[in-house]
Nanobody, 124 residues
């Protein structure tokens, strides 16, 4: 059974850092995992993705040089290291997974499993 559990959200000041983690169970190398976020009144948007098997990474343009996605297969955990945080990064962050083709990676409708979400708030 696939389960995702996020942790690590909280409050940070602009320019600060936070690290999110997502404990994953029940997946295999054919899965891709991603972080999405949803700000109040906004659609959920793709942030970053990674192949569980090959570790290849993908980023949304606005976070490309600030966020780093990684995974530790030994710990069954995916991470999102967020640096140089901005107030516009404030959102609920979700981890998600599924057996996706690469062209579907950025679209939340293609994901089968979701975590419960963790709030990230960045103050100016």
């Amino acid at each position: 059974q696939v389960q995702l559990t996020e942790a690590g959200g909280g409050l940070a000041q602009a320019g600060g850092s936070l690290t999110l983690s997502c404990l994953v169970t029940g997946i295999s190398s054919g899965y891709r995992l991603s972080w999405f976020r949803q700000a109040p009144g906004q659609n959920r948007e793709f942030v970053a993705g990674i192949g569980w098997g090959d570790g290849r990474t993908y980023y949304e343009d606005s976070v490309q040089d600030r966020f780093t996605i990684s995974r530790d297969k030994g710990k069954n955990t995916m991470y999102l290291q967020m640096n140089s945080l901005k107030p516009e990064d404030t959102a609920v962050y979700y981890c998600a997974t599924g057996r996706l083709i690469l062209s579907s990676l950025r679209y939340d409708r293609h994901y089968t499993y979701w975590g419960q979400g963790t709030q990230v708030t960045v103050s100016s």
